[in-house]
């Protein structure tokens, strides 16, 4: 685990990487989240300073459906860890940003209020808009202001990819093929908040299952993706593989052993580190592909270490915990989506 203590130290440390805080965008969010995931209270600092840098005049932030996305979820998992009430304006305004930007009552496009039909079916950006979903059900958590509508709107559109097909791009059918570029991911996050909900919430559960399941299975296609070489991949398959090791422990282990390794290599040389596929995307797996004497070895005689090591390395996006100071959850109330989409 020192490998993960060594990367929070440089994260938590601004001056390693002022790029990443100062545009308060995805790269900000995501190292924040990645510090909260350690469990470590010595990485809360860094939260906190990181979203105090932002505009006390919350309508400043901006109209940036990806950022909003995922700043909202690492705003509220802080809030949730500390009950620090100083972030909640800021939650609040992504929520409300969120009502008046959703589109069709559905879901959001990149950033802005204009529409392009023509980008894809609808205009819509579904990567976008699953982090906008998961932070409005976060927010329901905290305790801000959420519109039902907004909230039911978007869990409705998302929830009917389930069993679909992959999770697609816009507003159309599942798209086909094994990959998502981790969209499946996001929506099954999505779908394990909303699993805590009050009521019969057996579709949700049954959703986030089959979305885990098809990241889990969908390895031919590592980190393969349009427009980003599969960051969107990268960044959620680690994370909601997790949720099948209670579900599917076999398929899991047999899945992560060599798959973890190929993501994480541990190179011996530079050569072989520039043939990872991280580093590549699609072409570079290919490659590894053909390199069947290198990495994909190296990763079948690493399996089983990898098998009983990689739980606790792929911190998942579980439900969340009440604030400090609160007794019991708040729970979402959500309702049934209808009979045809079920």
């Given amino acids: 685990m020192a490998h993960i203590e060594q990367a929070a130290d440089f994260f938590a440390d601004r001056r390693n990487c002022e790029n990443v805080y100062a545009g308060r965008g995805m790269p900000g969010a995501l190292a924040c989240l990645f510090l909260l995931s350690t469990g470590d209270d010595k990485y809360i600092q860094p939260v906190k300073a990181y979203f105090d840098s932002f505009p006390k005049d919350v309508k400043q932030i901006g109209d940036h459906t990806w950022n909003n996305g995922y700043n909202g979820i690492a705003c509220a998992k802080y809030y949730l860890r500390t009950g620090d009430k100083s972030v909640l304006p800021i939650l609040q305004y992504y929520c409300d940003d969120a009502k008046l930007r959703q589109k069709f009552g559905a879901s959001w496009v990149h950033w802005g209020t204009g529409i392009g039909p023509g980008y894809v ?17 976060l927010g329901k958590e905290c305790g801000v202001q959420v519109d039902d509508d907004t909230l039911l709107g978007s869990l409705r559109f998302f929830y009917r990819f389930a069993g679909r097909g992959t999770v697609p791009y816009g507003d159309h059918r599942g798209e086909g093929g094994l990959g998502s570029n981790g969209k499946d991911g996001m929506i099954a996050a999505a779908m394990q908040i909303a699993a805590g909900s009050q009521g019969d919430v057996t579709i949700y559960e049954e959703a986030r299952k089959y979305l885990a399941m098809s990241i889990l299975t ?6 393969q993706g ?87 390395v792929l911190p998942g996006l579980h439900p969340a915990r009440p604030p400090v100071g609160h007794e019991g959850r708040q729970g979402i109330p959500l309702h049934r989506p209808p009979s045809d989409l079920l």
């Fill in 121 to 137: 079916d609808g205009g819509l950006m579904n990567p976008a808009g699953a982090q906008v979903l998961t932070t409005l059900l």
């Fill in 218 to 223: 969908s390895y031919p296609v590592l980190v």
């Fill in 226 to 312: 349009h427009g980003d070489e599969g960051r969107g991949d990268g960044i959620w398959r680690s994370i909601i593989t997790s949720y099948m090791l209670q579900d599917r422990p076999d398929q899991y282990r047999k899945a992560m052993g060599p798959s973890h390794m190929v993501a994480r290599p541990e190179p011996r040389t530079r050569r072989q580190h520039r043939h990872c596929p991280t580093h590549l995307g699609e072409r570079g797996y290919r490659r590894i592909r053909r390199r069947r004497g290198s990495v994909i070895h190296r990763a079948s005689e690493n399996a089983a270490h990898h098998r009983r090591t990689a739980h606790q």
